[in-house]
């Protein structure tokens, strides 16, 4: 069973930037992606964006479009989410998800909170 397990989470203000990291144990089978979402208090969970191990492509969501970057390595299992210029509707939890096709039968983590202040 693959493990992802987020970390780098905290307390930023507004206009920080925070690095968050996903890595995952466990046997995969190639064509894997490894994705972030977040929820924020009494919203649905959404969409940031998504790396595909094997050639580096990368999505984004419309909300993280130009202040959020998504990087891999593949050797650790690890994907890093950049939150550059961060706001206070940043704020939620962000969960890594590992899967090779639909992100809602993957495997995933436990998530990790980011808060920004105003």
């Known amino acids: 069973q693959v493990r992802p397990v987020e970390s780098g989470g905290g307390l930023v203000q507004t206009g920080d930037s925070l690095n968050l990291s996903c890595v995952f144990t466990g046997r995969t089978f190639g064509g894997e992606g490894m994705g972030w979402f977040r929820q924020a208090p009494g919203k649905e969970r959404e969409f940031v964006a998504a790396i595909i191990l094997s050639d580096g492509r990368t999505v984004y969501g419309d909300s993280a479009k130009g202040r959020f970057t998504i990087s891999g390595d593949n050797a650790p299992n690890t994907a890093h989410l950049q939150i550059h210029s961060a706001r206070p509707e940043d704020t939620g939890v962000y969960y890594c998800?590992?899967?090779?096709?639909?992100?809602?039968?993957?495997?995933w983590g436990p998530g990790t909170q980011v808060t920004v202040s105003s």
């Open positions: 998800v590992v899967a090779a096709g639909d992100w809602h039968a993957g495997d």
